[in-house]
């Protein structure tokens, strides 16, 4: 509720900063007189730089669905890009171009796993014995000295480690008057977790004026060894403050909207919001406090 | 006595230079704009923009308001001090707008001096090449 609320204000305070830049008008004095201009012939576009050089400042979160873990601060968002003739590097994805025509663009990719970021902000914290037995009165022993435990024993409960995974897999990307939408497949070949991704979304830009608005929606299957590499709690990390378990593959979805209104051609005030549903299966896990990811941001954005 | 005179010559030269100084700096006329940006999508050729145009001067003149455009001017104001106009057209690449005075009575040549310059910039968003169209899925991508 408090992250809508932030969101809401956000939105207000751009709503607001987007009203103000509209001429009004009401302004138009009876000496006014309107022209129509002749309509000029189409331009011929200049090719577009290899780079793509962005930066946006301003505030914005994304929640962590981790337990024992702190919500990713998003004050600095970088856009950094190159596209050659064939291969390209995105924000840290390489890709390689290797078919291009009227209905397709397919890609040979390598990429570093997104779910390992939530791992980065963890924190350790003790439970109790009367905290963990939640009325249960079942004695429990500490694992480390097999002793009874105490009511007032603290042991740490602190999320496992995991590690970065590279994946590779092919993408298609398709675009035209009725939005862009792509499909993607990744393996890991970092032997980190085994596993693969499937992953399909779309998205529709509306301009209008100077506000440019593009809902997106996608969905994505995580493959069972994917899944418990990261959210499982294998056999050597369950203990008495944490269960063992293990994810299993699933379906899961997100939602997004993403606004722009551009001041000028290189400075926009941008606005976004993105919601993704874990998948039930990594949703159950004891590592997990939240089953969604909430991420928005609302700031200022340069295009060198 | 001579630094008298020095000083009565240097004065009288300011006095004698004032009224050219002040012909060949006319004072300077304010022409505002709005808006500045046309934001043009991939799949578009054009947008549809309604300009709103002002200007003002502090001396009264005829004022010619062209464009890049067009060769002769959109629209003159005999012996005024400020004008306002709005102008509907279909934008597909950048031009500017600027303010000038015409030469005896007919409209300013080509090369003729621009009092007030204003340029409407063209931004397309979006692009063909669909890679650039890309959504990279990392946590700290929220643009």
């Known amino acids: ?25 009401a302004a138009a004095s009876q000496q006014t007189v309107t022209q129509e201009a002749p309509a000029a012939p189409p331009a011929v576009l200049p090719p577009e730089r290899r780079w793509r050089l962005g930066a946006a400042v301003g505030y914005g979160e994304r929640t962590n669905p981790l337990i024992q873990s702190d919500d990713i601060p998003v004050l600095i968002d970088l856009d950094i890009a190159y596209f050659g003739d064939h291969w390209f590097f995105d924000n840290g994805d390489l890709g390689l171009e290797f078919l291009d025509n009227d209905v397709v663009t397919a890609n040979l990719v390598a990429r570093v796993n997104s779910d390992r970021a939530f791992f980065s902000k963890t924190n350790t914290r003790y439970v109790t014995y009367s905290l963990m037995a939640g009325g249960n009165l079942a004695m429990l022993n500490n694992p480390q000295t097999g002793a009874p435990l105490t009511p007032v024993e603290a042991l740490p409960l602190e999320p496992p480690k995991r590690s ?27 032997r980190t977790h085994d596993g ?3 992953a399909a979304d779309y998205s529709y830009r509306i301009t209008r004026g100077r506000l440019s608005l593009s809902p997106s929606v996608g969905v994505s299957y995580k493959s069972s060894a994917l899944s418990d590499y990261y959210w499982g709690v294998h056999k050597d990390e369950q203990s008495v403050t944490l269960a063992a378990y293990r994810a299993r593959g699933g379906l899961g979805w997100e939602a997004g909207l993403r606004t722009n209104y551009y001041l000028t051609k290189s400075v926009r005030l941008a606005v976004s919001a993105n919601y993704e549903r874990l998948q039930h299966s990594i949703s159950q896990s004891p590592l997990v406090e939240r089953d969604y990811v909430f991420g928005y941001f609302a700031g200022v954005g340069w295009q060198f | 006595m001579r630094r008298i005179l020095t000083l009565a010559g240097f004065a009288a030269g300011l006095l004698l230079a004032a009224p050219s100084f002040a012909a060949d700096s ?30 003002k001067s502090p001396q009264p003149a005829e004022y010619c308001l062209s464009d890049s ?7 003159c104001w005999p012996r005024a001090l400020a004008g306002e106009m709005k102008q509907e057209r279909q934008v597909t690449e950048e031009f500017r707008y600027w303010l000038s005075l015409p030469a005896g009575g007919l409209p300013p040549p080509a090369g003729a001096e621009r009092l007030s310059e204003v340029k409407i910039e063209v931004l397309r968003v979006g692009s063909d090449d669909r890679r650039r169209e890309r959504r990279t899925r990392h946590v700290w991508d929220v643009l």
């Open chain 1, 164 to 190: 970065y995974a590279i994946e590779a897999g092919v993408e298609a990307l398709f675009g035209g008057e009725w939005g862009q939408a792509s499909l993607h497949a990744f393996h890991d070949v970092s």
């Open chain 2, 26 to 55: 006319p004072a300077p006329v304010k022409l505002v704009i709005k808006p500045l940006l046309c934001v043009i999508d991939k799949d578009a050729t054009s947008c549809a923009v309604t300009f709103d145009i002002r200007w």
């Open chain 2, 69 to 75: 455009v067009q060769t002769t001017p959109l629209r």
């Open chain 1, 1 to 25: 509720m408090k992250i809508l609320l932030k969101v809401a204000a956000l939105w207000a305070v751009a709503t607001l900063a987007i009203a103000q830049g509209v001429p009004a008008d």
């Open chain 1, 196 to 198: 693969y991704e499937l």
